[in-house]
């Protein structure tokens, strides 16, 4: 457990899930385990892009309960911080996020589409420049050390 990017709630570890990106019109969305899916992996790449690029400010994603309807703002979070992280490690002009409002309608299958195939790019896009950062090797001591020159 560490401090998230906003200094705020404890948030566990997350690793990489494979992001889901054939959606279609006959898919639901759920809560879980689609949104954990999407805000594990957004939360991942923000850990990760800390160490190679700027770090934007990243606004505190919901939990979900069971018992509650997701208001706009939950849409929003994960919107906001898709189109941050963005920015910060690869801008694309076929990077698109929305904004909702109270009362409108919320993701369907393309937003949902749209959004696992942004993270995935993200996703390659920050393997890309990790594995293209130049190594510095040295030996001391008899030991093999390496580290990353930015």
């Known amino acids: 457990m560490y401090p998230d990017f906003m200094g705020a709630l404890p948030v566990r570890a ?14 639901a969305f759920r809560l879980d385990p689609d949104y954990e899916r999407i805000r594990d992996n957004l939360l991942y790449l923000q850990q990760r892009a800390a160490a190679i690029t700027q770090k934007p400010g990243y606004s505190q994603m919901q939990d979900y309960a069971v018992d509650g309807v997701p208001l706009a703002d939950f849409f929003n979070r994960v919107e906001e911080n898709l189109a941050a992280l963005a920015d910060a490690v690869q801008p694309r002009p ?19 589409e749209r959004i696992e195939g942004m993270l995935l790019q993200i996703y390659n ?15 001391l001591g008899g030991g093999f050390f390496g580290t990353f020159v930015s």
């Open 14 to 27: 997350c690793q990489w899930q494979a992001p889901k990106t054939s959606w279609s019109a006959e898919d």
């Open 94 to 112: 076929e990077y698109s996020t929305r904004s909702f409002s109270p009362g409108s309608l919320v993701w369907d299958w393309r937003d949902l």
């Open 125 to 139: 896009d920050m393997n890309a420049i990790e594995n293209g950062q130049q190594k510095l090797a040295f030996c």
